[in-house]
């Protein structure tokens, strides 16, 4: 029973401290300055100056209430049971920034324009946070104000420049009333006091009967000069009158351009003097000479220059002729190809007419040939020489398509240099297609490719190539240039170049509208020689003839024209299939045909060469007799001899 008992005492004790609450601590609060009030954070009481307020066990923040810019809160813990006094800071906080000043140069003063308080280099400046002006200040020294943005609460050290420096310089003259000019500048005349920055200045002092006077001029700020200087007399004076030999030349003295042909020199000191001549004969060359002379009496002096020295430009600079010559020709000759051709053609008013004027000639010369390559014209008796010589038109290829289409003469100062191989245009040729064609074709006997359009394939031609080959060029008459891997040059109206980097994947052409022409050579040559002679047959006769020497031919293309076809015919024939290793194409046949006349037959012979695969096109003529073959011959699947020695 006494067990009953105690439990339901135990259990009434536990609901009637559940009813009473946590323990709390008393809190009383205080504010400085008296008067203010304090919220607390966590439960959002707000408590006066003097105020209490119970909390349970915990950390509590007490704030100023409604307090700008107030210190920050108090916090403080409580344990449940004992009381707690606490004063809370509630005024505004002024938060202020010091500052070491340091003057460059040492020993400068600094005010605060602001507040009108000054401190000497090394001091302290205790500022509140805002933007001040800051003015420092040295003898012999501009003043030059600084801003500074002061932020609340920080600790700095300004170093302050003070700006350039000055000096006083008092100068005379003896005599006085020379001209001073300081740094260039014209300050009066003397005697004279200036202020000047500090530094190194060029003093020049001028008078009229006086030789003039320049010297260096050395200021240190704060330190003034008392200066003064003596200035020379100039003896009595004389004058030159200065010719060119031969005339027509510019004068040149004392580094300025004094004029053309007879020049006065004016009055001039005693004294030796020298002077230049300079007469330009064109853009590139001209002639130079120089000659001393003294003065010594008061009389004017006839002075002859001879310009008996021949210079020439090269690369923007002038040099003696025969050294510019020398480098031309060195130049030229790290630019020349190994195979340069020629080309002779007559133009008549009309042909010429073709090109444009000088400008669109130079452009298409300079498209179409390569360094070497030149090309002599014939329009009535007179002939010109267009020799490329730099990858850039040079002033000498301009002057001379200028002086073709104006009729007048021209000469080219180098020494000759003969042409690999020379062609010769027929007047129905002389056009820069005719011209591009003829050059380009001339480098090889064996292209890559050389059609017309009706040769050609629709859409376009794919050209197998390998490393060996080189650098390709290519030349189309065509109304646009075909789509390629890279850009082509527009030489002129219908005509584009292009040089192909060398490679081995097949170079893909591709046209809406066929050119008229294409042609593409390398100047490596094939590995075998293919020339196949002309020959004579009967009708329904044909004759083995050997395209590609021995070269491994993987892939033939043969075009086909004559009487016996509409147009031209294009038949292909590839090494494939079980007698692949039996088949040889590098040779074919002429013939037989069923008609006489005149047939024409060209082969797009894809070799192996190494590991890739490269093309050579090989054409030959031959010609059908009006007299039928026996076909009961034994000669009729006659072979004559293979190939072209």
Known sequence: MMKLLTRLFLVLLLFSLAACGPPLSAVYVSTRPVGGM??????????????????????????????????????????????????????????????????????????????????????????????????????GYTPRDVTLDVKENTEEEILIHLGTGYANLSLATEPAGAEVAIDGEPRGQA??????????????????????????????????????????????????????????????????????????LGRLPFGRYRVKGVKQLDARNRLVGEVSFRLKRDKTYRVTIPLDQQQRRYHDKWLPRAEALRLEQQNYSGQRVANPVAIDMTLDDAALATFGGPDQLVQALNAILRVGDRVTVKRGGTRWLLWKRDARPDPEFKDMATALFAGATGTLPWAADPAAVTVRLSAGDSSPAGLAFALHRARTPLPLLDLADEQLAAGGETISRSQADGVLTLVVEAKTAPQMDGSSVKAAEGLWLAQIPAGSEPLRLAWKEKPRRLLLVSDTPAPFDARVPETSLLINEKKIVNVAGRARVEKLVRLSDGPDYEHWQRQEFTVSGPLAAQLDLSRDEVGPNGRFGDYRRIWLVNYRNGEALSQRQVMASYRVVDQKKDFSSEKFLRRGKLGSQ
């Open 191 to 264: 005697p004279l006091s200036m202020d000047l920055p500090e530094g190194v200045h060029q003093l020049a002092l001028s008078k009229s009967g006086y030789f003039p006077q320049q010297q260096e001029v050395r200021i240190a700020a704060a330190r003034d000069q008392d200066l003064k200087l003596t200035l020379k007399p100039v003896p009595t004076r004389g004058t030159a009158q200065v010719h060119t030999d031969p005339p027509g030349g510019s004068v040149f003295f004392q580094g300025r351009k004094l004029g053309k042909g007879s020049v006065d």
């Open 38 to 139: 304090v919220k607390v954070k966590e439960t959002g009481t707000i408590v006066p100056d003097g105020g209490k307020i119970h909390l349970p066990q915990g950390k509590y923040h007490l704030d100023p209430y409604q307090v700008p810019n107030s210190p920050g809160s108090v916090v403080i813990t409580v344990n449940g049971f004992d009381e707690e006094r606490v004063v809370v800071p509630t005024g505004p906080e002024e938060l202020l920034s010091r500052f070491t000043i340091h003057t460059v140069p040492a020993g400068g003063t600094v005010t605060v324009v602001e507040t009108n308080r000054s401190v000497a280099d090394g001091g302290t400046l205790t500022l509140p946070g805002g933007r001040f002006t800051l003015r420092p200040s040295l003898a």
